[in-house]
């Protein structure tokens, strides 16, 4: 029993090692796609400090991350190590190559299915609609996904990876791809795949899918790999045309504990922070946090977009779970509203 365990932790020293090779790697990338982005925009005018960085950032790239590896890790895939061993170890004689080649695709063919049915699932959509909440789409727009769908994803990415007795390395390797695709195909960046598109994915095909237009909520699902959109009758890529919005047809929270309660309670925002004492204290402590950085930085004062818009109407066409939308008389609230999908029957 503790001999598993202890391979399972003794193998993350040659984690460590490669990390500190994928981490300068990874953010090279960032300053590479910042650039592009910077010089070949697909959408003009998006500035850096756009609305939500400081949430995607921090709470979802460096809080969130941390501990979610800590639990998958340590309290998932760790025990179940432990529990089976070495009886799967049935790619541990394959080339490093090979291994991480195995895995990239492999998940990537999962990833598009359990996305596709995260959009068709009214549940499902609750783990998945906070990654579709930015109107402003960028090269971390990406990070901003919610902790079950993490925990869901990541536990199936990396527990095959440890179970089957893959080279401990290719864990950051693989985990470096995923940042980096990830970053990529959220960028924005004006780039033309040609025929490529129909084999990998790109910012040409992924910002069409978080585009705010009803002929997209049921297309271009794949990450990586753009051949599966394509083979499975999902793929949407209209020549010389553009989205005109992103993000959601409905209000969404703009604050970090705020998206994830949506998901369980729908509610309004704004109208919680005028009933509810403790919730109008916390927002106070957030707003005067920002509003103390946006003074120093004043680039940085869009992070205080967590604010809901005065005098904005939040109701748009309801558009419930099925595929079309409802009668132009029903309006979708935050309280009321599921998904950005079909009529229900």
């Known amino acids: 029993m503790l001999e598993p365990i202890s391979a399972f932790y003794h ?59 800590i639990l998958i890790f340590g309290f998932i895939i760790a025990p179940l190590a432990a529990r089976f061993g070495t009886q799967f170890h049935w790619v541990s004689s394959w080339p490093v190559v090979a291994q ?36 402003q789409v960028d090269w971390l727009a990406g990070s901003r996904s919610h902790a079950v769908e993490i925990i869901i ?12 007795g ?24 004006d780039v033309k795949s040609g025929k490529l598109q129909y084999v990998i994915n790109g910012p040409e095909m992924h910002l069409w899918h978080h585009a705010d237009h009803e002929e997209v909520y049921y297309a271009n699902f794949s990450t990586k790999f753009a051949v599966w959109d394509w083979l499975f009758g999902t793929a949407y890529l209209p020549a010389n045309r553009k989205p005109e919005r992103w993000g959601l047809p409905y209000a969404f929270p703009k604050d970090y504990f705020a998206q994830h309660a949506f998901s369980v309670y729908r ?19 957030r707003w005067r946090l920002l509003n103390w950085v946006g003074n120093r930085l004043p680039a940085a004062k869009v992070l205080q977009g967590w604010e809901v ?22 309006v979708s609230t935050p309280v009321e509203s599921s998904r950005p999908v079909t009529a229900a029957s």
Do not use: C
Not at 153 to 164: G, R
């Open 100 to 135: 991480v080649g195995f895995f990239v695709i492999t998940h990537d063919f999962y990833i598009y299915w359990f996305h596709r049915f995260q959009h068709n699932s009214a549940f499902f959509w609750r783990t998945h609609e906070a990654h579709h909440s930015g109107k």
């Open 267 to 285: 509610f309004d925002e704004a109208a919680l922070a005028e009933k509810s004492v403790v919730f109008r204290q916390y927002h106070g402590v």
């Open 11 to 69: 193998s993350l020293n040659a984690v460590g090692r490669t990390t500190m090779i994928t981490t300068p790697i990874l953010l090279l990338a960032v300053v590479i796609l910042l650039v592009l982005e910077r010089k070949f925009p697909y959408r003009k005018g998006l500035p850096f400090f756009r609305e939500g960085l400081f949430v995607d950032l921090f709470w979802y790239t460096l809080v969130q991350s941390y501990f979610l590896q």
């Open 153 to 164: 994803n990541q536990t199936i990415e990396f527990a095959p990876i440890v179970l089957l």
């Open 309 to 330: 818009t005065q005098g904005a109407d939040a109701t748009v066409p309801a558009l419930r779970p099925g595929g079309n939308p409802a009668p132009a008389a029903s």
């Open 166 to 189: 893959a080279n401990p390395i290719v864990v950051p390797i693989k985990a470096l791809i995923d940042a980096v695709w990830g970053m990529y195909i959220h960028a924005n960046i």
